[in-house]
Each structure stands twice: as C-alpha cells, then as structure tokens.
C-alpha cells in the first residue's frame, strides 16, 4: 500500500499576476519570463512496509488545455532493481533506470536508483506508474510544465553522486535562454537516521522547492503507513528513501552553477540537473 502525500498546485491567478508584473519589469534584464511554467506536482511512497510497484496520479492542466504539456515523472528507489514504467514515457537519457543513474555504493551495492521520463501530454495521462519486482523502499514525482518545446522539450541532463551531509546537483550548460532547470535529489537514509529529529530527511531545500518526501510519512500524517516524527525512532528508516524537486529559471544559456540540499547527517545519494527546453517564441 503507498501514501500519497498532498499534492502542489500551481499559485492561485493573482500570483500568476504578480509574477507576469515581474517579468515586464525585469525584461531589459533578464530573459526567459515566457519559459517553461510549472503547473503541479503529484507524489507518492511505498509506506514503511516497501512496496513492488506505485501509481503515482499525473497533476492536472491548470490552464484547461491538459495538451502539450511536459509530464516529469521521478522515481527513487532502493539498491539498484530492474525498474520500468508507463508505456509512452521516454527516459531522460542516463536516467533509464537499472545501472543507470545509481548511488555510492555502501556494504550491501548501489544504495539508491534514480529514474527520470518524460512525455508531452495529450489529455489521456491519469496514472503513471513504476515496477521494480521485489518489496523495497521508494518514492516518486510526477511534475507538470507548461509552455515547453514540444519536439524536443529535455535538454542538458547530468547527474552527480556522493556520500556526505550535502546532495548537491551539478552545473549543466543550458542549450538556449529562457529554460528552467529542474534539481533532483534520491538519498538512502540508514547512516544519516540517528540524526533525524524530526519528519524530513532533506533540509535547507534550494530554490523553488516542488516536492520533498521520504518513502514512508510520520504516523500524525498516516497512522496506517507511517511512524514518528521523529525518523530516527522508526526502524523502518534505515531502508527509507528521501527524494526532492526543486526549479530555476535561467535567463541565458550557459551553466547553470549548482544546487544544493542538506541531510542532518552523512549519507549516500545521487543529485541530477535537467533542462527543460521553453516553446519557440
């Protein structure tokens, strides 16, 4: 059984009012306020007790026309399993899953997976979902953009792994102006469990945090699926996954610079940078 934490929806029309206020005053500086828009975020875990599959629900148009969109859908997992998904989703290239994208290794293999697909929308995506064949800890997110290239919405796309208190996503040369660059995290969470204090594994998330999540929620949010707060009393922690989302918009093309998250303590993970390609103007 999986938990669905609450969904992200877009902010509400008078923010969108703002930031378009924003981006007119902005424009002689800084291109790239028409670029990829987000839309909203869906996520789910496993539970405490792992899980061989999740169905994650695909976040909703806001704008009424659910057609062309960009749909990312993220998986986290743990160890290094045979995973695959939906039929119609493309992997992000290097992110296809088993011995793609994988986590430091600790005594027991690769400690963490990371998957990333994508597909331009055509109104039909309810569910997207993930299989993996044996019980096992992880977590997933489905994002929505709008306002992307349609033939080729996924540009530059690297991934950088370590083992320490702070998952950092590397530099990737974005290919035009005005594209938004999507920061992805999967961390393991047995060495860093008996520093967790509260119900977050990922902390001091970077700008603009979408989603943050462990594979299983603390019990005040899911007394059937959850334990805690805190992490660090639940033996199920030391098979847990974190995974997180963040976005930036760039003006121009070129690096990125790098994104950063903060565990409380030491641990594997793998962090990825994703650019997503806005519409022709």
Known sequence: MSYRPRSTRSAPSHLHHQTSLVCLVTVLFLTGCSGPAFEGVES???????????????PASTTGDAAGDLLVSILGVKANPNTSTSDGWTAVPGFGGFNGAVCVADAQGPACQLSIFYKIADGSEANVSFDWGSSRHAAAIVLRYSNVDATGPIGAARSQRGSSDAPTAPVVNTTQNGTRVLRIVVTETDDAMNFLDGSEVLIDAPNTARANLISFPDATTNAATGCGPPLSGCRETADAIGLAASDSRRGSAGGSGTASWELPGGDQWLAASVEIVPAAP
């Open 44 to 58: 789910a875990g496993t539970g405490k007790d792992g899980a061989v599959s999740l169905s994650i629900p695909v």
